[in-house]
């Protein structure tokens, strides 16, 4: 088959070049260490890079929210720490004012640490982190969350906790309204009080009190509210009569009961001992469900008061300092259950730091595994494409300079 | 006997040889001229005398000098040069459109991800104004990137338009001289028909004409080669040119067309019936892959905004007042700037348009639709141009679109719908100020951030008329990345193997047409043999004849 000159010399050029494009392309892949520069070089491999790209970026973000959380929460933990440690004290002082033997001085004495005690944890309820943020306003607020009105202390934050976007392993801020103002009333079930306010007019002082009482049967439970209230006189004895005051056919009474001082009191799956000696139609004992509404600044503010009142008898007193030291293991098991879960929370924090970390890694590998150049097959083939395009030159200048015309002279 | 036949023998030899050498020196001085037909003298015994010895030779005639060529091989080289260059400009404008769907941290799908990305730390801090700032600055940097997409493919198709026009230009050149060549052809042919060099450089002209456009040629009688373009038009009849013209298509008027003139006015020619040269590749480029790419930057952009503004409505601000646009609605036609969705084709009859809203962004497809009135079932109906069966207008909300107004339409208007199409030249930030950022839900001052966070991980784009399925916004976009990925492999591929295909009958038609200069030395060696031989003949007659005039002169 005959060959035109031209054609051969097009054919041998087209073939030279495209030697020279293949070891331009290999070149390429060599220097900039990429084996996708745009994506029809592999098109499948390129979404999966990008693909890859766009977890590890996310899961970048995702980091940056705990850290966020971490600060937080490692703040507030030491913040609640704090806390604790006030409290203590608080309790060794109405340990203290327990003693009937210190005298209405002497706890008035304990009454003004207790209010200055009170003031440094209304400082630690409202302190801020480094950004000025409160760490208990609930879900943030650009206000103090803790205000002192006439009444004590209002909470004015927000409900709840800030949510971040990686959920309950990474919260923002702590459930402040559910640490500090919402311990269970009582013994958690019940609470069992004196009926009347000793400092409201016509109020007398009551000899009697009662304790904290506890559950016998959980079962038995109602979840009404109950009233003590007696007759009797010294001589004859004392006799008591429970009365349920909520709840169907209510008021519903028992029938009376002797009284013995110390002797423990059952009904209805619940327990209570009234000591002392009552006064048969001024003394009056509620007992009420528990609620969760107890806040530290009002035990405490209770307490100050009452310890620091005069004129109040033994058993009076005996019912201030046991119910205040009720309602301070209440509140202060709010704050350190707050407390170990922050501590908790830091420490899956760690765990799903490290998980984020082996994630961004994993996208990392997958791809450069994607995009980037085998450096030892991309060497190779370069050498080879080298080669081959310089034994295209070879051939070519061989090869051409062969002609009949050399010949005849 | 006579001295003078043994002369005019010798002569006559001579001058065939003559001739010969003449014609193998011109293929020699030929030989890389492009489209050059290698040339041979047709050498043939001249009549013989009879005499009583028997029948005399009288010596030799060129009886024509012939060009070698191979008609079939001719076409088959041209048409296939044809689709070569169709698929070479393709692949060149494909690899200049893939430059608008960068991989990696350059890349629009990037800007997107870190857009939401940004709303986490905004539901971390939601007050905080730094964090604020960023999140607007993302938001920034995505209708950037967007924009410059948009930006990019403007100017492709503005080069398109560009190129389109010049080869149409070239395309009218060719035809100008083909007609003149026939015309020179006929004037000059002869008995021996016409002159070679005239029909090699018609023939260029023709190989020039067949890179732009596939043509079909029919030889006529007189000589003169008639060339059709398309679905049958003329291009060159005889020595008549009519000229090509490149028009804007009337569906959309930044798109181009081709068209000629005829008795009736301006005629369009339907770009499927251009199935070769680099105007046709230049069209498949634009009315398909251009549209198609269009289309996918402008579904995700679609996709994004639309999602990101429905949430973004639904939370408060740093004031307690509801979320505002966070981007530019251009699917809003009551806004100022908002994105034409319905072109009317230029021939259409009446100036009523029907109205198109966006029902489900979520739903929208990567395609344009083309809306016409259809006889057989008595409906207007859309047309994807992605392909596939037709779309009743009822059924228009399967695609995400909402069309009313259709029957007040003229039913041989023709109307082109497009949703999506230029939706990504109109991503920007609408939101100026940071604390209007509504990052707030009514229960908690960062839920309408988590929210807005929790869109990466929805899917935006692409669902199906059921709703199911689709992507997220980056996954989108790297299928995007992939499928003009793919798309570039396939016409790179294809453009392969239509140059190699196009080599191919090109060497054998050079094979069969072209000089090889090796042939031709050896036929110089013989061709000068052969005339040193009859040069001898002539000087051996002359002796002759000086040894008859010495014989007779006593």
Known sequence: MRISTASQFDRSVDLIQRRQQALQASHEQLASGKRIARASDDPTQAASAERALAREARLESHQRVLESSRQVMAQSESALGSAVDIMQRIRELVVQAGNAAGGDANRKVIADELRGLRQQLLGVANQQDGNGNYLFAGQGGAAAPFVQVSEGVEFRGTAGSLASALGSAAPMSVDAEQTWMQAPTGNGVFKAAYALDPTAPGSHQTQAWVDTGRVTDPASLTGESYSVTFTGDASAGYSFTITRTTGAGAPAAETARPYVSGQPIAFEGMEVTISGTPSPGRDTFEITPSTRDLSVFGVLDGLSRDLGASGRSGAQLAQTVQDGLRDLDSVMGSLMTMRSRVGWVMEQADGLDRRFSDGRLAAQSQRAAAEDVDMAKAITEFQGHQTSYDAALKAYSMVQRLSLFEYIR | ?554
């Open chain 2, 1 to 554: 006997m006579s001295a003078f036949s043994l002369l005019s023998i010798g002569a006559s030899a001579m001058a065939a040889n003559y001739t010969a050498l003449q014609t193998t020196g011109n293929n020699i001085a030929n030989a890389n001229v492009a489209g050059y037909s290698r040339q041979r003298v047709e050498l043939a015994t001249a009549s013989s005398q009879s005499t009583r010895s028997g029948s005399l030779g009288l010596g030799v005639d060129v009886k024509s000098v012939s060009r070698a060529h191979d008609q079939f091989l001719a076409r088959e080289a041209a048409s296939a040069q044809s689709n070569a260059h169709m698929d070479k400009a393709r692949v060149a404008a494909l690899q200049r459109l893939e430059e608008a769907f960068r991989p990696g941290e350059n890349g629009l799908g990037y800007a997107a991800g870190q857009f939401l990305n940004a709303m986490t730390e905004l539901a971390s801090r939601p007050t905080d104004m730094a964090v604020r700032q960023t999140v607007l600055a993302r938001a920034d940097e995505v209708a950037t990137r967007f924009a410059a997409a948009s930006t990019h493919l403007d100017a492709i198709q503005a080069d398109v338009n560009a190129a389109l026009g010049e080869g149409v230009q070239r395309v009218n050149v060719l035809a100008e001289g083909l007609a003149r060549i026939n015309q020179k052809i006929v004037s000059v042919s002869g008995p021996q028909g016409a002159p070679n060099d005239m029909l090699d450089q018609r023939d260029r002209l023709l190989n020039q004409l067949s890179e732009k456009l596939l043509i079909k040629t029919v030889m006529s009688q007189d000589g003169s080669v008639s060339v059709f373009v398309g679905d049958g038009r003329p291009l060159v009849m005889g020595s008549e040119a009519r000229p090509l013209l490149a028009v804007n298509d009337p569906s959309d008027a930044t798109r181009s067309t081709l068209a000629m003139k005829d008795g009736a006015g301006t005629r369009l020619i339907d770009s499927e019936f251009l199935a070769g040269g680099e105007l046709a590749g230049l069209l498949k480029f634009q009315n398909e892959d251009l549209v198609h790419a269009r289309t996918l930057l402008g579904q995700m952009a679609a996709g994004l905004t639309a999602a990101v503004n429905t949430q973004h409505a639904l939370g408060k601000d740093l004031k307690g007042q509801p979320g505002g646009d966070l981007f530019f609605d251009f699917h809003d036609a009551t806004a100022p700037g908002a994105l034409p969705l319905v072109r009317r084709a230029a021939g259409n009859q009446d100036s009523a348009v029907p109205t198109l809203t966006i029902a489900e962004p979520a739903k929208l497809q990567a395609a344009e639709y083309k809306l016409a009135y259809d006889t057989a079932s008595d409906g207007w109906m859309l047309q994807s141009s992605q392909g596939g069966a037709r779309i009743s207008v009822a059924d228009a909300s399967t695609v995400g679109l909402n069309l009313t107004g259709v029957d007040a339409l003229n039913r041989g208007d023709r109307f082109l719908l497009q949703p999506v199409t230029y939706a990504a030249g109109m991503v920007r930030r609408q939101l100026s100020r940071p604390e209007d950022l509504a990052a707030a839900s009514s229960s908690s001052p960062n839920g309408n951030a988590l929210a807005l966070a929790a869109l990466a991980d929805q899917s935006l784009v692409g669902r199906s008329p059921a709703g199911q399925g689709g992507a997220t916004i980056t996954d989108a976009y790297a299928s995007a990345l992939a499928e003009m990925g793919t798309r570039v492999q396939g016409a790179t591929t294809a453009a392969d193997i239509s140059i190699s295909v196009a080599d191919q009958a090109e060497i054998r038609r050079s094979a069969s047409d072209g000089v090889n200069l090796d042939e031709e030395a050896a036929r110089l060696i013989q061709s000068q043999q052969a005339y040193q031989a009859s040069a001898k003949v002539l000087q051996v007659a002359q002796s002759i004849f000086d040894t008859l005039l010495q014989a007779a002169a006593v």
